[in-house]
């Protein structure tokens, strides 16, 4: 069974331009849920996604947006990049929602590394 | 407001020994709890859970216990091995559904042969 698969796995980007991140769940998922990792900050919630619709939203700038499609497959946009973008954005799916069903597990995906010059 | 705290950013332990992770909250709302491993270059993994509801969950080498009086949470791993060393994350939620997760800072473990 694939894993959660992200694209690109690394990218350079400069201020004020903008990036989208892709991420496909693994197959049956529904519920994809994005996060930045930071040294020092952990692991901070942006949204979570599921059939289609934004479920939950994390304290982020409107910058940060995001949607997911038909498939489930979702794409996270951050618009007018800063230095502090720069971050590891891990996406995760699950098979009922962000805390599941049974387990609570998040399946995550190895992550979009990205740098803002 | 760091509702999920992992106070030890690093830890180091000989193999062999008992290794043990703590993890503070502050929010009474939650009540179904999480750690996570992380490897370099991968994504963070599913390791264990425990709800509210139990003060202890045991899968092999690894135990998770709850305090709810103290909103504290701990995570031991016995024995301790070199494959063990990896970045830690407790992550918590306040209903056991679609609530999003919180989750730490980490705390990065070294096994020491």
């Known amino acids: 069974k694939a894993g959660v698969t992200q694209t690109p796995r690394y990218l350079i980007k400069t201020r004020g331009q903008q990036v989208t991140l892709s991420c496909s769940p693994i197959?049956?998922?529904?519920?994809v849920s994005w996060y930045q990792q930071t040294p020092g900050q952990g692991l901070q919630f942006l949204f979570e996604?599921?059939?289609?619709?934004?479920?939950n939203k994390g304290n982020f700038p409107g910058r940060f947006s995001g949607r997911q499609f038909s498939n489930s497959r979702s794409e996270m946009n951050v618009s007018t990049l800063e230095l502090g973008d720069s971050a590891l954005y891990l996406c995760?799916?699950?098979?009922?929602?962000?805390?599941?069903?049974?387990?609570?597990?998040?399946?995550f995906g190895e992550g979009s590394r990205l740098t803002v010059l | 407001d760091q509702q999920v705290k992992q106070n030890s950013p690093s830890l180091s332990v000989q193999e062999g020994r008992i290794s043990i992770l703590n993890c503070d909250y502050t929010?009474?709302?939650?009540?179904?709890f999480l750690w996570y491993k992380k490897y370099p270059a991968e994504g963070p993994t599913f390791l264990i859970s425990?709800?509210?509801?139990?003060d202890k969950n045991e899968d092999g080498r690894f135990t998770v216990f709850l305090n709810k009086s103290a909103k504290h949470l701990s995570l031991h791993i016995v024995p301790s091995q070199p494959g063990d060393s990896a970045v830690y994350f407790c992550?918590?939620?306040?209903?056991?559904?679609?609530?999003?997760?919180?989750f730490g800072t980490g705390t990065r473990l070294t096994i020491i042969p």
């Open positions: 995760a799916s699950s098979l009922e929602g962000l805390a599941g069903r049974d387990t609570g597990e998040l399946f």
């Open positions: 197959s049956g998922h529904r519920s």
């Open positions: 996604y599921f059939s289609e619709t934004q479920r």
């Open positions: 929010n009474s709302m939650f009540d179904y």
């Open positions: 425990i709800s509210s509801i139990k």
């Open positions: 992550a918590a939620s306040p209903v056991f559904g679609n609530e999003k997760l919180t």
